[in-house]
């Protein structure tokens, strides 16, 4: 909460006098003629982030400034004096709203400026510049709406939270290409309306998705294959899991035959351990230890082997390829038995005493998550 405090004001208010008639310079005196009216101006900021991952993991003081930075934002407002002195409450803030807010698309770009008084900072003004009109926005709202609320309908339908994130990670891999050349990649536009994106644009619309859905959700931002990269973290039943739809579309991945436009579950609320192997995250907030297997699409579809049973593997090779299902994936507890399951299954050709009359056979070894996926 912030309060007017009139003898601040009175005391910059004569201070400006006294600048004026030594001759200090412009821009320190229309600084300081700019604090006095900005304190006159102030007034409670409400927090409407309780519900937000990143927001509580802040201090009091940081959490005050987040809630500024969001209300300007939200308003559209193009400047706004922060209640902090501290640059890096700036830079912190603003990264965690991006975190928590997959929905904003509207923001350019921002700058801060420290104001000086005698040496000594004694304010932060937030700048924004916007992408569009308020109007054109509003326009870009309710063009989206009727697609989101075809998602929130479908989420609405679901018995769980894991079912949540399991229609929605495969609805948006189907509906949404990966395509770097998509217009508004890196926000919900381009998932929303463009129905092309990158991960950017994947992770933003997952997040915003889940949290409408009364599941919290952020976006991790970091490093994978190299190159700049960004994901998910979720809360189901009370654990935090990671999802990465991107890796979750095998058109991203570059994937060929029977593979290409097929899904990936193996990045479907994987555990911290797991996600490591080959992402990196990058972010300045604290990430919950994610190590809870409960909620992941293989434990959950009882397709995860943590021992060597070829009678149970290939049962549920049977059951798909009977069902004429495209494919089936099966995890193990390690690579020596994914290996196995590969020698035993493909190289031996065993697949044959549990799919009568198969002929040919497509796969797909992931040696990091340790998946023997086959294409029928």
Not at 128 to 135: F, G, I
Not at 279 to 302: A, G, M, R
Not at 307 to 314: E, K, L, T, V
Request: glycine share 6%; net charge negative; with cysteine.
């Amino acid at each position: 909460m912030i309060r007017t405090n009139k003898w601040k004001k009175l005391c910059l208010i004569l201070l400006s006098a006294v600048l004026l008639s030594v001759g200090c310079g412009k821009e320190e005196l229309a600084d300081v003629i700019d604090l006095a009216v900005s304190e006159n101006e102030r007034s409670e900021v409400v927090c409407v982030s309780s519900d937000r991952y990143v927001h509580n993991t802040l201090n009091e003081d940081q959490q005050i400034v987040y809630d500024e930075m969001l209300g300007a934002i939200m308003n559209m407002e193009e400047i706004v004096r922060l209640s902090t002195t501290d640059e890096s409450d700036v830079k912190r803030c603003y990264d965690a709203i991006c975190a928590d807010y997959g929905e904003i698309f509207w923001v350019d770009q921002c700058s801060y400026r420290q104001i000086l008084l005698f040496g000594r900072a004694c304010a932060v003004n937030f700048t924004v510049k916007y992408a569009y009109t308020p109007e054109e926005v509003e326009n870009y709202k309710k063009q989206m709406q009727p697609v989101i609320d075809g998602y929130l309908e479908r989420l609405e339908e679901c018995e769980s939270d894991y079912e949540k994130t399991e229609v929605l990670y495969r609805k948006l891999i189907r509906e949404v290409d990966y395509d770097m050349s998509a217009e508004n990649n890196q926000n919900i536009l381009s998932v929303f309306l463009g129905k092309k994106t990158v991960c950017q644009g994947y992770a933003c619309a997952m997040q915003y998705l889940l949290q409408q859905s009364g599941i919290p959700c952020v976006i991790v931002t970091g490093i994978a294959q190299g190159q700049p990269h960004a994901w998910n973290m979720a809360m189901l039943d009370g654990d935090y899991y990671y999802i990465d739809v991107t890796w979750g579309n095998t058109d991203f991945l570059g994937e060929s035959g029977n593979a290409a436009g097929s899904i990936n579950y193996g990045y479907l609320n994987i555990t911290s351990e797991e996600l490591l192997i080959n992402h990196q995250p990058k972010v300045d907030f604290p990430l919950s230890i994610c190590d809870s297997t409960e909620n992941n699409y293989y434990v959950k579809k009882k397709l995860y082997f943590d021992s060597w049973d070829p009678n149970a593997i290939g049962a549920k090779i049977a059951r798909a390829f009977e069902k004429d299902k495209d494919s089936i994936s099966v995890k193990l507890a390690d690579g020596e038995m994914l290996t196995r399951a590969k020698s035993y299954f493909i190289d031996e050709q065993h697949i044959t005493d549990y799919c009568v009359g198969i002929s040919q056979i497509y796969y797909v070894q992931d040696t990091e998550l340790h998946i023997l996926t086959i294409y029928f």
